[in-house]
Structure formats: C-alpha cells, structure tokens
C-alpha cells in the first residue's frame, strides 16, 4: 500500500504465489475434469482457502506497515461485500466465485506500484465492475454468459418482437386421425430411448448438408418438443407466465398457445421451464418448473385439468425447478416430486380427472424422469435419484426394488436410466462418480435382487442422456464424447469436445447426430474402434441443452432463444 522502510521492502512472491495458484485452481479442474468434484473443490477453494491465505501473508509476512495491513484487509472486505450486495441478481454468485481471486489478482498486482491511491483504486474498479453486468446463466462448465447490466436480455428482445404476439385466432381443428397420432410423443421419443429407428440418411454433409426449413424465436426453456401430428408442442417462459405453445411443424408459426402465471428462475441455469410435454390419447401433459402439472386438449390447447405438485406432494420447488417429464402408463400420468416427503416423491394422477391415484417411493434429489421398463418379464416404472435407483409397480406405486447409491449432501441425478435387454440398468452420475451397471431379477415370487455389476470412470454424464448400441454405451464424459464396453465398464475411446450437448442414435447406420452445447449438429460414428467425427453444422445460436428430435426426416432443435428445423439428407 506504501512504500516501506528501505531496509525492509515488501515481500510480494507469497502473495504472486498464492494468486496464480487460485486462478489455477479456479480455471484449470474445470477445463480437464468438467463437473468433477475437482472442478467443484477446486472453485470453492480458490476463492475461500486461497483468500484465507492471501489474508495471512498479508498480516503476518508482507512486511507492509501495519495499518496498510489492517487497512488492506478492511478495504477488501468492505468494497467486495458492497459490490456483492449492489449486484444482479444473477451476478451475486459471479461475484463470490472468481469475481474474489480475481480481485486477490488486481490486489496484489497493484502493490507493485506501491501507492495507496493505486490499490485503493484498483480493488474498486475491481470490485465494484461487478455491479455493471448480469450473467445469462452458465455452461456445463460453469463458465458465465456475461452482458451489460443494462442491455435488454433474450426473453425481453423477444417479449417486444412479433415473435412473442398468440395465435390471432383460436387454433383451427386438425383431422382425427393427426390428433392421435404422434411420431415423437415426448421426452426422448417414443422409447424415451433417444434411439431413431427405421431412420436413414446420407452422412456426406459436405456435398449435401441438412437444409433449413424454417427458424423463428422462442421464449426461454430447456425442455424438448413432442410432436403431435403437424403439431410441434413445447414450453417457454413468457414474462410472468409459463406458456405451453404449438407451432406448426412445417412453417414455425404458432398454432394455439396456453398461459398460466408461474414464472421460475436461478442464476445458474436461467429461466424457464426445464421439461418436455407428453402426448397421449388426443391430449398433452405438461410440467411445469414451479410444481404446476397440466393437461390440455392437444388440437386446441385448452385445458382439461390441472394441478399443483408442490401442494400434492408436499414438495418445495427443487432448486433448479422441476424437470420430470410426465409419463404415461395405461390410464395414469406420472412424474416426480423431487424433495417430497418419504414415499410421496412419484405421484401417479388419472388421465380422466386429474386426481391423486397413488403415490410412491423414490426419495431424494432428482431432475431425471419417470422411466417405463419391462425387467424379468415384469413392467414397472425406473426412477433414479440421488439416493440410487427404484422400481415401482405402475398400477399401485408399490416399491419392487431398490438400490442404494447416495451422492450425499442433497446431490441430484440428472440423466435417464439406460434399460438392457438382459435386465442390467445403466445408472449415469456426474460429479466424478461415472456409470455403474447393475443387474435386476425376480424369482417370479415377488422377491427381487439386485446385483451390481461394475462402476466405470470412463463415462460420467451430467444432464446429457447415454445411448447404448451393440455391446457399447456412448454418452458425455463431462463435456467430452465418450463410449465405454457394457460387459466391462472399460472406456474403449474418448474425443470430440461438444460441451454438455445431447445426442440421438441412428442405430442402421451406426450413427449418432450430436447437438453441441454450442448449437451444432454433428454426426459421430456410434463403433467402439475409435471416435470418428463425420460431419459437422451450425445449426442454432447460443447456449443448447435442449434434446433434439426427428420426425419424419426432419430435426427440430431448440434452446433458450430459437427454435429451427432442418430437412436431413437422403
């Protein structure tokens, strides 16, 4: 802060030390090991264990006068906590993470000048710019999406465009037979597998790429489409209302669209609902991110019955919303409560009337959905949680198995589970904890086992969903494609980096059509030889955890801020 006595100069090498070591052990783990508990302590440590260190050399070894020191720490203190209190709201937490080694940076950097005015300076600009610009949320690798305070954000640009106006008038009756029939139903297709049978197409993308049919704006969400007839069904966030909406498939422009107040936001992931409606028997299911479950008539949009999750349940809104897609069995509709109470976490309502007909068990944190499966000859429904994964019986909720695997301290699970013809599941974790197989039996007297097979570190997925093809699971290995042998767990390659993005297999071809965390499409050879990238396309802008579907030799891809279809070749 001021120059000291010649005889006694300021010791700055700890202070240059123990800043470059927290900008690496900010930056560094996330970019190897993305979503890793090294990402994660390495981010937590640099901005609490190496400030507690810069504070110790700076009181006890800097050799800086004494009320420099005590006046260093003050000014610290108090500018970083009024720059946290006069953020955004959705910077506060950029403002703790590296917001803090960044200033123990421009802190120490600035005593090489050696003048009060200079490091008084330097910590407010440091500080306080903080205070100028938002965060549109994050990537999967925690890496902001910075902006002007004051710019006007993607949901606003698009509430004041002609993008945003309803449907002029009400949605026009479509014929029977395309109210009941649906080529992609819901959350992964109709499998929930994310496998396109019976699908191909020329993967020559450089004499003949997919061409546009259509794009427009969308309002913000993170959940897919189910396709409903010429109906392309979905959810955004429209200001202080949550709106289901349909657009027409070949044109883009809206059909009908239904409004209901709710509005749901965190800094991390932004606003917007996070899951994908469920077409069945002429009518869409939907969940909202606040708890609110409806169901409406598919060809007009208006609505049958609806209900709120949180007050069936029991419930508080997760901390990333509610992101269970509903799933229909027979002549219920299911979804998870995560954080209900125990034994009310699967709540089944009846198609007809909307009312509670059971609930189930399926404790803990989860943002996966309900899963339909067909194990031992027994159909049952698959729910994976941070506490492990469950079977239930989808008439009466009743718990047929368990397996316990706890991430502990509140963690969530965020993928689906991957059904094997033999019975062996594949339950995807993140947070370094990769993908174990287990194995589910019955001895035909209601008595079930569960055996775990192996735990593999070659795949861990966070919300990006694993295919399995011909003895090979593929997935995301933070944001990393990767495929490891089912039989033994072992990686057999890994390559392409496509941030946290999503992936569909075309198993005739042995093709996998990726949709980067960036926007773009790309085609990956689904063969445990070795990764091979075969074709590559910008497809959408901006951020895309989005699942993609295909229908009909169509896919249609959407994210945050716009939605578009492309024609695939062949």
């Known amino acids: 802060m001021t120059e000291p006595s010649p005889s006694r100069p300021l010791r700055l090498w700890p202070g240059v030390a123990i800043v470059a070591l927290q900008l690496i052990a ?3 783990p996330g970019y190897l090991a993305p979503a890793s508990p090294a990402m994660f302590f390495g981010m937590m440590g640099s901005f609490t264990v190496g400030t507690l260190l810069l504070f110790i050399w700076w009181l006890f070894f800097s050799r800086a006068r004494w009320s420099d020191r005590l006046g260093g720490i003050a000014l610290l203190i108090v500018v970083h906590a009024a720059a946290f209190l006069l953020a955004d709201p ?11 080694p960044w200033l123990c940076a421009v802190f120490v950097g600035s005593l090489f000048v050696g003048r009060r005015a200079v490091t008084v300076v330097a910590v407010l600009v440091a500080s306080l710019g903080w205070t100028l610009v938002r965060t549109d949320g994050v990537t999967g690798t925690m890496a902001s999406a910075y902006a002007w305070r004051w710019s006007a954000t993607a949901e606003q640009r698009f509430l004041s465009s002609d993008a945003s106006a309803a449907p002029s008038g009400p949605a026009a009756a479509s ?20 496998v396109l049978d019976g699908v191909t197409i020329d993967p020559d993308w450089s004499r003949n790429p997919p061409q546009e049919i259509w794009r427009r704006p969308v309002g913000p969400g993170w959940g897919s489409f189910a396709l409903v007839g010429n109906r392309l069904c979905t959810q955004e966030q429209r200001d202080e209302n949550e709106v289901v909406v349909c657009y027409d498939a070949g044109t883009g422009e809206p059909i009908w669209l239904h409004a209901y107040p709710a509005r749901f936001w965190e800094a991390l992931g932004g606003v917007g609902p996070r899951a994908t409606p469920t077409y069945h028997g002429g009518r869409l299911y939907t ?25 069936d349940s029991g419930a508080r ?4 919303g509610f992101a269970s897609s509903p799933l229909v069995v027979d002549d219920l509709v299911v979804v998870h409560a995560a954080g209900a109470p125990e034994g009310r976490a699967v709540v089944a309502y009846e198609l007809a009337s909307g009312e509670p007909r059971w609930f189930g068990k399926a404790d803990g944190a989860s943002y996966s ?20 994964a469950f079977g239930l019986v989808p008439e009466t909720g009743e718990l047929l198995w368990e397996h316990e695997w706890s991430l502990g301290a509140g963690g969530s699970r965020v993928v689906q589970p991957a059904i094997l013809a033999d019975g062996g599941i594949l339950i995807g974790t993140s947070f370094g904890m990769g993908t174990r197989r287990i194995a589910v039996s019955s001895d035909g007297q209601g008595t079930w086992t569960v055996d775990e097979g192996w735990t593999s570190q070659g795949l861990k997925p966070y919300y990006n969903d694993l295919v399995v093809h011909r003895g090979t699971a593929y997935g995301f290995d933070g944001s990393i494609l990767a495929a490891i042998d089912l039989a033994t767990g072992e990686r057999v390659w890994k390559g392409g980096r496509y941030g946290n993005g999503q992936m569909l297999l075309l198993p005739e071809q042995d093709l996998l059509l990726v949709i980067s965390e960036k926007g773009e499409l790309a085609l990956v050879r689904a063969k445990p030889e070795r990764f091979e990238e075969v074709a590559r396309m910008q497809a959408l802008t901006g951020k895309t955890w989005n699942h993609p579907i295909v229908a009909d030799g169509v896919v249609y891809v959407r994210n945050d801020q716009e939605a578009a279809a492309y024609r695939l070749p062949g």
């Not at 029939?181 to 597998?193: C, L």
């Not at 899963?371 to 506490?387: F, K, Y």
């Open 26 to 28: 900010f930056y560094v």
């Open 287 to 311: 969940l909202g991110a606040t708890g609110v479950l409806n169901c409406l008539d598919a060809v007009t949009g208006r609505p049958a019955w609806t209900r709120d999750l949180t007050e």
């Open 90 to 100: 959705s910077a506060k937490m950029v403002t703790l993470a590296p917001g803090i």
């Open 369 to 388: 959905s309900p899963h339909l499966a067909t194990i031992d000859g027994v159909r049952q429904i698959v729910m994976i949680t941070g506490e492990g």
């Open 317 to 320: 809104v997760p901390d990333w």
């Open 175 to 194: 014929e029977p037979a395309a109210a009941e029939t649906s080529a992609w139903p819901g959350f992964r297709g109709p499998g929930r597998d994310n």
